[in-house]
């Protein structure tokens, strides 16, 4: 992948409705090399897709964040459909390193946000959090 490869993925990013027109103009090349680097991109995997983001997706909940957690003993999968049910947490992952699982939770206010948190660390199993409040997100 090139450095046209890339550019055209990022004007992508910005505006995945833009017009082969738009982006030839945009990256300086033309209309017939804008679909060729597309057509390559998808064959090969780079693009997979399309999709689209709705206002919900971009701000769903004004207050959000990641609270990473610790479980004891074999206790994570059962804490992981415990937090998958609530409907205040967006994503649960799994991962390696200090913590055992990061929730992504999101909730109209900051006592909304401590009310689930307050509920996370009383699930049995969990023995140790840590949460960051996500100030502001920037895409693509």
């Known amino acids: 992948m090139d450095e046209l490869d890339k550019a055209l993925i990022v004007a992508l990013q910005r505006d995945g409705r833009a017009s082969l027109s738009e982006l030839a103009h945009d990256l300086k090349v033309t209309r017939a090399t804008v679909r060729a680097r597309l057509d390559k991109l998808r064959d090969n995997g780079e693009i997979s897709g399309f999709t689209v983001l709705t206002r919900a997706d971009v701000s769903p909940h004004p207050v959000r964040g990641l ?23 967006q994503a649960v992952h799994s991962t390696n390193g200090h913590w055992d699982l990061i929730a992504e939770i999101g909730t109209p206010t900051l006592l909304d946000l401590d009310s689930t948190l ?9 023995t140790r959090s840590e949460t960051n409040l996500l100030l502001s997100t920037r895409r693509g």
């Open 67 to 89: 609270m990473m957690l610790g479980i004891e003993g074999r206790g994570t999968e059962r804490v992981m459909r415990l937090l998958a049910a609530m409907p205040e947490v």
């Open 118 to 126: 307050f509920r996370i660390r009383r699930m049995e199993g969990v």
